[in-house]
């Protein structure tokens, strides 16, 4: 079992910053992937980003290309959303996940942040 812990969200003005951090515990060493999604309201759950814990490898969401960035410290087993120049359209729940044992399917959740960018 993995566990998954999100914090960062907020209330922030439309081209603000944000960090989010999921901090990962429990049987990390089966996760490949670590990956951040969201949920706006009325909306399904649609991928943001990826990140490979072994070699940091990236991969993201056209829609936030260029604003997000992913990043991880593997000391702290803990992985990171950069979001800048935020939009109003960026708000939504944000959650973390990891894969394991099959790659890329995510099998691990946090509960979620929540994220609100007013115009």
């Known amino acids: 079992q993995v566990q998954l812990v999100e914090s960062g969200g907020g209330l922030v003005q439309a081209g603000g910053s944000l960090r989010l951090s999921c901090a990962a515990s429990?049987?990390?060493?089966?996760?490949?992937?670590m990956g951040w999604f969201r949920q706006a309201p009325g909306k399904e759950r649609e991928f943001v980003a990826r990140?490979?814990?072994?070699?940091?490898?990236?991969y993201y969401a056209d829609s936030v290309k260029g604003r997000f960035t992913i990043s991880r410290d593997n000391a702290k087993n803990t992985v990171y959303l950069q979001i800048n120049s935020l939009k109003p359209e960026d708000t939504a729940v944000y959650y973390c996940?990891?894969?394991?044992?099959?790659?890329?399917?995510?099998?691990?959740w946090g509960q979620g942040t929540q994220v609100t960018v007013s115009s």
């Open positions: 990140i490979r814990w072994s070699s940091g490898s990236t």
């Open positions: 996940a990891a894969d394991g044992p099959v790659i890329r399917r995510y099998d691990y």
């Open positions: 429990g049987r990390t060493f089966s996760s490949y992937y």
